[in-house]
C-alpha cells in the first residue's frame, strides 16, 4: 500500500481505529507499540487510530507531557485511549505503575512511542507498528506481533476494517508533505 498525503495516512489509522472498537466491545485492551525516528509519522497515525475510535478531541503529541488519555464513546462503548511517549524519559520510575495500570484496563487502547525503558512491562502480544524512512522520501510500515492482550489473557488476531490480519507483513508508504 502507498500513502501520498497526511491523509491517507489518516485514513490508515481510522481503520486500524475502527477494528479495534470491535475488541473493545469484547472489554480488551489494545495496546499498540510505534517505532520510528522523529518525524516518522508516529503521532499522524494515532491521530487517525483516535477518530477511528470516536475521539473529538484534537490528539497532539506527549513528548512534554509523557502521556495523554483521550475519552471518546462509539457505538455505545465508553472508552478510552491512552497515547506515552517515553523519548524524554530513560527511567519511566512511578510512570511504569500507571502504563500497568492502563495496560489492564479494559476498553482502552495504549499506544507507546520510544517504549524502551518499559519493555519489560509490555505484553509480548501487543502489536508492534515500524515506520522507516526510505530514501526516496517514502516510508515503509512493518507490522508485527499481530496479537492483541486481553484482559481476561486470551489472544486474538488484530484485524484491519477489510478484514485482513495485520500479520508480520510490510506495507510500503510513499509520503509526501502536504503544502
Known sequence: ???????????????LGTGFLTRLKNGETVVVELLGDVGAGKTTLTRGIAEGLGVSAPVTSPSFTISKRYAFLADNLEGALIHYDFYRLPDPGLMSEELDESLNSPNTVVILEW?????????????????????????????????????????????????????DERKIFKATEEK
Open 1 to 15: 500500500m502507498k500513502i501520498l498525503s497526511e491523509k491517507e495516512m489518516l485514513d490508515y489509522g481510522r481503520q
Open 115 to 167: 517504549a524502551d525503558s518499559v519493555e519489560g512491562i509490555l505484553p509480548d502480544n501487543r502489536i508492534r507498528i515500524e515506520i522507516k524512512y526510505l530514501d526516496d522520501g517514502g516510508r515503509e510500515v512493518i507490522t508485527g506481533g499481530a496479537k492483541s492482550f486481553h484482559a481476561g489473557g486470551e489472544h486474538k488476531e488484530v484485524a484491519d476494517k477489510s478484514g485482513d490480519c495485520l500479520g
